[in-house]
């Protein structure tokens, strides 16, 4: 037919629209750390219990709206591995989701600094209604011209099943957060616990149904076609979009200071000349640690995503979980350039300045902590998400283990020899940011005569361990 | 031999390198509008003139670091189309080389605000200084392992001559730096004129060889194989990272507003309490302008890149000249979230907010009609560039032609209306706002009514405009 026809001329590829999705959504996820980067840490103890309490809400509030936007892009995921085609309606209509989407941050710190007005709750509500509605639209118009979908949906014959299992899925969570608006004028408190359950309801019943599994044995209700939209945690998870969401995020949180520099960091010509005497040089000399900051947290932040990039060159097929530790990971990376800001902010060898630096330790230590797990998880199920020269006992295994425990066991180290020579804790904390990046310059070299030592040391007569 | 062999097995593709530099680049050129749109315009006569002088001053830093900043990006692009695989060294350098290309927009605007000062051209010399180091040992370590250059490179007789070329080509930029900081010492106007040839010498060099080929006909030095760091008009440009650099301005300009929104616009609970009695809605009423102006942004940009989206789907090969159109596309788009938010600072019916409505409709015919010349440049050459069905006279051509020329006829529109109407220029300008998302969802219908209407019109008895 001639509509059919001119539908197919009009398919586009979806990767770009994506592409701009996770770009427009990785921003989103991080720019509530600004709140907390931009509130002043006076050094004051009067003052000091109020700002920690404003900080502790904001630092909340960062890291909720993390989880709660990586949900929505969890879902569109899940929503464009079976809209694999476009065409302009449905990129309108996608434009019109990332706008609701955006909103989201602004509605929630609403919620979080008047948590017993309704308007924050009826707001976020709102969104999330109106978000699941333009998900339905897409989904119905995209099964209403199937060339759109994924090929296995399109050949398959349960084609209705598939529409109506995953409009039930995306609507679950509108009807919910409708049921929460009317609660939220009765009894507010009740809207939060929907709420709360609303973003854990998917590892809830996954985990109640493998609870049930293990105890009465294998009950699988779903077609064994069905590979969309199963919540479990092997489902898999398309990993170009898992390193593009990755890649924004620490784009942005590299460069998150040298953004706050360029705005607040260039001096008064006036305040130079009454001030420092027309000295140039003397004015920017007060700026002196915000550079060192900027400079530290931007390698931090590179070396971390070096570590990722290499880890994902190597993984063939992301999962649900590993898509969850990654999250929890670029959570802690994006508290990062805070926590650097910090550590330059309070004079020098005071208990706050001390308790900076270990903040930053245990940050990057979390951060690199999670990517680890990512790797240990991939392991556990190597021949399907791993390719085999890092499998356990492939030549690069040691290399990538090496990799990825550099950072948290520099962290690590860092952060005990601060506790024990609190005094040095700074020139530590600098020679850790200088010696790391030259570190993994030379890694393979360091973990060719780790080996060596290792073999000479307790199997001499082994061979298999030669080649890294 | 084993070190050539391990060398291959750690060779990467150079992809994700590309992408998340593309990201960083991109959030970086397009952090300059931060100062300005977080400059104060006051509605007060006294101050206008310092306020608009200050303007003047930061608008002009922010269109000079956006274009110094592509001009580093078009360099880098040009480097990673010669080495098109990476190993961890590389991808370690090209991260250092990452952190001082995001250090040069503060050089920059320091150099803006203290132009007398030598601090801003040494600070500023000396990160291109380095620059130019680091790329020149990324080309000297990968023509020592040519497995990760590009394959015409590699098989090519010339290697050492291309080695040599694009090293002086590199080189050419960090020795001119050196001239410009020593100059700074003796007579530093000088070195802001050496800075200003040394970012537009491809194009002067390029127009001069240009008219010399025109006058005496056609000189070609270089050998015919050579295909890249020609600075010709047409030497091809990565058309996958114009679209990552395009969606990472694209991403950040549509955000920009949320991120001040999220940050300024949560009322302090002390103050709700106080000023409004309690009512958060009344609180936030007074925000309204800002939501509003978010949307409208948002919208705007979200269309402006549909329609780049639209025009490099039929893009088969991008050039040079291309890529430069799109960089000024680019620099108008940054603007426009600024003019937004001017739009609705203030109060309604006075002249400032006539000016602001007409700056808007400004930026965004600006940006619109470097997309559509794009388009026509890519016309000229539509055999290589385009796909067939946009060609002149294809099937599509029309369609793509109504979508490019849809905003600026809008903008120009709403521009001479508001000139007209002045007194209703604020709705003309939201009446526009809301048209334009419906106008491109029922785009196809209404080009099809316009050409139907066109063939009855004037000649009824062609029939190869039939098919849009």
């Known amino acids: 037919s001639p509509s059919e026809r001119e539908g197919h001329s009009s398919t586009q590829s979806s990767h770009r629209l994506l592409a701009y999705s996770d770009a427009l959504i990785s921003i989103i996820a991080t720019v509530m750390i600004l709140p907390v980067a931009h509130t002043k840490v006076e050094d ?33 995921i899940r929503l464009f591995q079976v809209i694999v085609h476009i065409d302009d ?29 309704v308007l924050g709750i009826l707001l976020f509500c709102g969104c999330v209604m109106v978000i699941g509605l333009i998900q339905s639209v897409i989904v119905l118009y995209a099964f209403s011209r199937p060339f759109l979908l994924n090929e296995q949906i399109q050949i398959s014959e349960n084609l209705t099943y598939y529409k109506h299992h995953i409009l039930k899925v ?11 608006s009317i609660f939220s004028f009765i009894f507010f408190q009740l809207s939060y616990v929907l709420l709360a359950i609303i973003i ?65 960091n260039v001096p008064d010509p006036a305040v130079v000349q009454k001030q420092f005497g027309g000295s140039l040089v003397a004015a920017l000399q007060a700026y002196g640690p915000e550079y060192l900051a900027y400079f530290g947290s931007f390698a931090t932040v590179g070396l971390l995503w070096f570590v990722h990039h290499s880890l994902f060159l190597h993984v063939t097929k992301a999962t649900r979980f590993m898509g969850l530790l990654n999250t929890f990971s670029l959570a802690f990376v994006g508290g ?10 309070f004079p020098r060898n005071s208990q706050n300045e001390l308790e900076a630096i270990q903040i930053s330790c245990v940050i990057v230590f979390f ?31 040691v290399f990538m283990l090496a990799k990825l425990a550099l950072y948290p066991c520099v962290a690590l180290g860092t952060f005990f020899l601060s506790c024990i020579l609190s005094k040095f804790s700074t020139s530590i904390f600098h020679l850790m940011e200088i010696t790391v990046p030259f570190a993994f310059l ?7 005569i780790g080996l060596a030592l290792l073999r000479f040391l307790f199997c001499p007569n082994r061979s298999d361990l030669t080649t890294v």
Chains 1, 2 share one sequence.
Not at 226 to 240: D, G, H, R, V
Not at 336 to 345: G, I, N, R, S, V
Not at 442 to 448: I, N
């Open 170 to 180: 995306i609507m679950r969570v509108p009807i919910m957060c409708f049921f929460a």
């Open 200 to 264: 854990f309801l998917p590892y809830i019943s996954q985990s109640l149904k493998w609870c049930r599994s293990k105890a009465i044995g294998q009950v699988e209700e779903t077609p064994d076609s069905m590979l969309f939209y199963t919540y479990l945690p092997n489902e898999p998870l398309s990993k170009e979009r898992v390193e593009a969401f990755s890649d924004g995020v620490y784009a942005i949180v590299a460069t998150l200071l040298i953004l706050d520099i360029c705005e607040d």
């Open 367 to 397: 951060a690199g902590i999670f990517q680890l797990s990512i790797w240990v998880v991939a392991l556990y199920n190597e021949q399907e998400t791993l390719h085999p020269y890092v499998w356990y006992g492939g030549r690069e295994h």
């Open 336 to 345: 990062l350039p805070l926590a650097y800001q910090l550590t330059h902010e």
């Open 89 to 117: 309606c449905l990129a309108l209509l996608n434009l019109a989701c990332m706008m609701l989407i955006t909103f989201l941050p602004y509605t929630f710190s609403l919620m979080a600094t008047f948590p017993e007005n």
């Open 442 to 448: 030379v890694l393979r070299l360091l973990v060719r």
């Open 44 to 76: 004051n103890e009067e003052l000091r219990e109020s700002v920690q309490l404003l900080l502790t809400t904001k630092i909340g509030v960062y890291l909720m709206t993390f989880l709660i936007v990586t949900v929505a892009w969890a879902a569109h």
